[in-house]
């Protein structure tokens, strides 16, 4: 006899029975700790309300973590509160502040960043635009809010038809 057939555990003789180990291909455990979500520094001025070239290297030159930007909201630093107080404003800012769309400023070919005191101005002046503009800013909010009464009141109708529709099926 020889010493291959004596052996009946040899993987060579028999493939069938060797142990056959395969990589563990399960979903593993996730790590306790977790990685900070960064955000470019363009993203965190606009979630800020400034202008990113107006904001100092310190702010622009990393990636700011969501952890960093909600510490900067509760305690804004100096250079923030001056951004916010006197600009120059981003064009949203911008556009709030007058009143009018963004679009609107388009329109008027206002393409530059504002100042406080520029808005302050424009306010007082009311060019003919600014006039416009903001009349065509008041009737498209009236008629958002027409359009939202007018669904609000379509919808209250019918939950009060199906109401009765199901009234009228348990009297039955």
Same mark, same amino acid.
């Given at each position: 006899?020889?010493?291959?057939?004596?052996?009946?555990?040899?993987?060579?003789?028999?493939?069938?029975?060797?142990?056959?180990?395969?990589?563990?291909?399960?979903?593993?455990?996730?790590?306790?700790?977790?990685?900070?979500?960064?955000?470019?520094?363009?993203?965190?001025?606009?979630?800020?309300?400034?202008?990113?070239?107006?904001?100092?290297?310190?702010?622009?030159?990393?990636?700011?973590?969501?952890?960093? !930007?909600?510490?900067?909201?509760?305690?804004?630093?100096?250079?923030?509160?001056?951004?916010?107080?006197?600009?120059?404003?981003?064009?949203?800012?911008?556009?709030?502040? !007058?009143?009018?769309?963004?679009?609107?400023?388009?329109?008027?070919?206002?393409?530059?960043?504002?100042?406080?005191?520029?808005?302050?101005? !424009?306010?007082?002046?009311?060019?003919?635009?600014?006039?416009?503009?903001?009349?065509?800013?008041?009737?498209?909010?009236?008629?958002?809010?027409?359009?939202?009464?007018?669904?609000?009141?379509?919808?209250?109708?019918?939950?009060?038809?199906?109401?009765?529709?199901?009234?009228?099926?348990?009297?039955?």
């Amino acid at each position: 006899m020889s010493t291959v057939e004596s052996n009946p555990i040899d993987p060579v003789v028999d493939n069938a029975e060797a142990p056959v180990y395969r990589e563990d291909t399960r979903q593993q455990p996730k790590p306790k700790t977790k990685k900070p979500q960064m955000m470019k520094a363009e993203t965190a001025a606009k979630k800020l309300g400034i202008l990113l070239s107006a904001a100092p290297d310190s702010f622009t030159a990393e990636p700011i973590s969501r952890e960093q !930007l909600d510490g900067i909201l509760a305690d804004p630093p100096a250079w923030l509160v001056e951004l916010r107080a006197n600009g120059p404003h981003p064009r949203p800012v911008v556009a709030a502040r !007058l009143g009018v769309s963004i679009s609107g400023l388009n329109r008027a070919e206002m393409t530059e960043p504002l100042t406080t005191a520029e808005i302050k101005h !424009l306010l007082e002046t009311k060019p003919q635009w600014l006039v416009v503009e903001r009349a065509t800013q008041h009737e498209v909010r009236e008629e958002q809010i027409r359009v939202k009464n007018a669904q609000a009141g379509k919808e209250a109708l019918a939950k009060e038809a199906a109401k009765k529709d199901s009234s009228k099926k348990h009297t039955k």
